[in-house]
């Protein structure tokens, strides 16, 4: 099956501090990333999609100037959280578009905890 | 547009007990539908998914849901409930494959 890495799995910053969090297909390209954000007991709320090679497109309400999203090659994607703030906390996951079994399908990593001090 | 209403937030059951996991969707398109399970700090795994054809898809782990397109609705079932099935279920619909729209979740707490 379809296998997605993310890396860390979890890091703990220094408000203010910027913080990479990286999004790998292990054997399949994923021609399109997406990255949820997952707060405590709560559902999953996709920030955005990232294509390779093109600018990531944003849902309504994410600053994109504060998630820097790069889709740098077919089996890479990176969410960089600039200047994190004690609010910026969270679960977060990517999830890898492949073709599986006719329809367009997504994988998910198993996600990066988040925490800011 | 496209969105999922899972009924029950938390649901409890006892071990070998039915598990019932409900999942409601409006979708302007036919729609493909996802129950995902969901453990403490990992990512989702898939459960099982309708794309086309046999509206009873049977799953992992003993798991299977039925689309009643009459009843816009994609509920979970195993007819017998394993304390390792505690977790958090999300359901989910695309019309695309592509964009997913998820369901606040629904946690299951399986009592011994």
């Known amino acids: 099956g379809a296998v997605v890495s993310q890396h860390p799995s979890w890091v703990i910053c220094k408000s203010g501090t910027s913080v990479k969090i990286e999004c790998r297909s292990l054997d399949f390209q994923a021609t399109t990333m997406f990255w949820y954000r997952q707060f405590p007991k709560q559902s999953l709320m996709l920030m955005a999609t990232?294509?390779?090679?093109?600018?990531?497109?944003?849902e309504q309400g994410v600053e994109k100037d504060k998630f820097l999203i790069n889709h740098a090659s077919l089996t890479l994607s990176t969410l960089t959280v600039t200047s994190a703030h004690p609010e910026d906390s969270s679960f977060y996951i990517c999830s890898a578009g492949g073709q599986g079994r006719g329809i367009y399908e997504q994988y998910f990593g198993p996600g990066t905890r988040l925490t800011v001090t | 547009a496209q969105s999922v209403t899972q009924l029950g937030s938390h649901v409890s059951v006892s071990e070998g007990a039915l598990v019932l996991l409900r999942c409601n969707y409006s979708s302007s398109v036919p729609p493909y539908l996802f129950w995902y399970v969901q453990y403490p700090n990992q990512g989702l795994q898939l459960l099982l998914k309708?794309?086309?054809?046999?509206?009873l898809v049977k799953g992992i782990n003993g798991f299977e849901a039925e689309f009643k397109k009459s009843e816009t609705s994609f509920h979970l079932t195993k007819p017998s409930a394993h304390m390792s099935d505690a977790a958090e279920y999300f359901c989910a619909v695309s019309s695309t494959g592509n964009q997913f729209y998820f369901g606040t979740g629904t946690s299951l707490t399986v009592i011994p």
């Open positions: 309708y794309t086309t054809g046999a509206t």
């Open positions: 990232s294509n390779e090679g093109s600018k990531a497109t944003y």
